[in-house]
C-alpha cells in the first residue's frame, strides 16, 4: 500500500507544479465550502475519535485538539479561504544579477515536491497542510495518528471529491489509513518518494520521526511557552495575558507553561494571578519564595522547569534580574514563543535580542504564535529548528529555489 501511495504521489508531483495560480484558488475556496456542506458528516466521524479517546483515558487536553464542531471546521473553511487570497509564491524571481559575462543569473521560487506530514491527534492539521501543500504546488501524504482517523478520513474524502470534480489529480492529497507503527516506521524510509517529511505532535513523536528518517526533516516543536514578567510590569496586564496564555487552550503548543516573575513584584502580582487563575482551577507550582507568598502551590520540582504540561498546570520561577531571567528561560525552553511583560523600553529590546526563540513577544500573550494569526491563513507547524523555516510555517516555508539562468551563447573558457 505505502509504495501505491507513494508512486501515485510522485506522479501528481509534475501536475500540481504547473496548476495555474487561478486554478488553484478555484478549487481552495470550494474544498471549504464542501467541508461545511458535510459539517454533519465530519463531526459524526469526529464523534466516533472522540469516544474512543474517552474509553482509551485520554488527558482533556488531547481531547480539545481533537475535537472537531461546526465553529471549527468553519475556521478550516475560512484558513482555506485565506491561503486562496495569498499571493502565490511559485515562479516568484528574485535578485536577478547580471555577471560580468553577460550571464543573467536569478532565483525562482519552486515547490518542494511531495510532501509527507505525520502528525497526532489534531484533524483541523489535515485540511491546513492540504491547503498549504495545494497552493505550493505540492503533492502531500499524510499520516495521522490512530486517535484521529474517522476524523481525517472524512476530512480528505471531502477535499478528494472536490479535487475530482474539478478534474485535478485526487492523488495530490493522500492519507495513510494504515495507523500502525511499522507502518509509520516504513513511510519515515520512503525518500525515493518523498522530499521533505514534517512531524507535527508531542515530543515522542518528533524525536521518533528526527532519528528514524531517512527522508530531510523539518522539525517542528513542543512548547514550554514562558511568559517574564519584569519589575516594571503593569500587573493587571500581566494578569490577563497569562490567564490568557495558560487557560484560553491549555492543550496547544503556544500555551504558556512557565511563569518567571522578577522578586520585586513577586508579592503584588502572585496573590492577583492566584485568585483569576483559580477561576480555571488552574494548579501552581513554585519555587521557595513562590511558596512563601501562595501557601497552596505544590513546591517545583527540577523537571516542572523544563515541562510542556498541556493541562491546568504552571510553574513558577523567581529571579532577580530581567539577565536572570533570560538565562533560565534559555536553559529551559523549547525554542518556540517567549514572552516579557515590562514597561522598560531597554528590558523589551534586551529579550527580544537575546532569549533563542522561534518567537519573541513584548506585552503579548504567547497564544498568537499561530499561522491563522501571522496572516499565513493556516500554518503546517511552528518550526523550532534553524536551518530553512523558523516559527510558524507559511506557503514561503513549503518552496525551494532554483537557479535560472539566461544566456546569449556563452561558452565557460
Request: charged share 25%.
Amino acid at each position: 500500500m505505502l509504495e501505491t501511495i507513494g508512486r501515485n504521489a510522485r506522479a501528481a508531483e509534475p501536475e500540481m507544479r504547473n496548476m495555474k495560480t487561478a486554478d488553484k484558488n478555484r478549487i481552495l475556496k470550494a474544498v471549504g465550502q464542501q467541508l461545511i456542506k458535510d459539517t454533519r458528516e465530519i463531526i459524526s466521524a469526529n464523534q466516533l475519535d472522540m469516544e474512543n479517546g474517552r474509553n482509551n483515558n485520554m488527558s482533556s487536553g488531547l481531547l480539545d485538539r481533537l475535537m472537531l464542531n461546526e465553529s471549527r471546521i468553519a475556521g478550516m473553511t475560512e484558513g482555506l479561504s485565506q491561503i486562496a487570497e495569498l499571493d502565490d509564491p511559485i515562479g516568484e524571481v528574485t535578485g536577478m544579477k547580471r555577471r560580468p559575462n553577460g550571464l543573467l543569473i536569478g532565483q525562482q521560487r519552486v515547490p518542494l515536491g511531495v510532501i509527507g506530514i505525520i502528525y497526532e491527534a489534531r484533524p483541523n492539521v489535515t485540511a491546513d497542510a492540504f491547503g498549504l501543500c495545494f497552493k505550493t504546488g505540492n503533492a502531500v501524504v499524510l499520516k495521522g495518528g490512530s486517535d484521529a482517523i474517522h476524523s481525517n478520513m472524512a476530512i480528505v474524502n471531502s477535499i478528494r471529491k472536490v479535487l475530482k470534480e474539478y478534474g485535478a489529480c485526487e492523488d495530490s492529497v493522500q492519507l495513510i489509513t494504515d495507523t500502525s507503527r511499522e507502518t509509520t516506521t516504513a513511510f519515515m524510509k520512503m525518500n525515493q518518494y518523498i522530499d521533505v517529511l514534517i512531524p507535527r505532535g508531542g515530543a515522542g513523536l518528533i524525536r521518533a520521526v528526527v532519528q528514524n528518517s531517512t527522508i530531510p526533516v523539518i522539525e517542528t516543536g513542543t512548547g514550554n511557552c514562558h511568559i517574564y514578567v519584569d519589575e516594571t510590569a503593569d500587573l493587571n496586564m500581566a494578569v490577563d495575558i497569562i490567564f490568557n496564555a495558560k487557560t484560553q487552550r491549555i492543550g496547544v503548543c503556544n500555551a504558556c507553561e512557565s511563569l518567571v516573575v522578577h522578586e520585586k513584584i513577586r508579592n503584588q502580582l502572585l496573590p492577583l494571578l492566584e485568585k483569576h487563575l483559580k477561576e480555571k482551577n488552574v494548579e501552581l507550582r513554585g519555587d521557595d519564595p513562590v511558596c512563601e507568598v501562595l501557601p497552596d502551590a505544590v513546591p517545583a520540582t527540577e523537571e516542572d522547569w523544563g515541562k510542556e504540561y498541556l493541562d491546568y498546570i504552571l510553574s513558577i520561577k523567581t529571579v532577580s534580574s530581567v539577565d536572570e531571567a533570560i538565562a533560565h528561560i534559555n536553559r529551559y525552553n523549547t525554542k518556540h514563543s517567549e514572552a516579557i511583560i515590562t514597561k522598560d523600553y531597554d528590558n523589551a529590546q534586551k529579550f527580544l535580542n537575546e532569549v533563542d526563540a522561534a518567537a519573541v513577544y513584548v506585552n503579548a500573550s504567547t497564544r498568537f504564535t499561530d499561522g491563522f494569526e501571522f496572516g499565513f491563513g493556516a500554518e503546517i507547524g511552528i518550526s523550532t529548528q534553524k536551518l530553512h523555516a523558523r516559527g510558524p510555517m507559511g506557503l514561503q516555508a513549503l518552496t525551494t529555489t532554483k537557479f535560472i539562468i539566461y544566456g546569449n551563447g556563452q561558452i565557460r573558457p
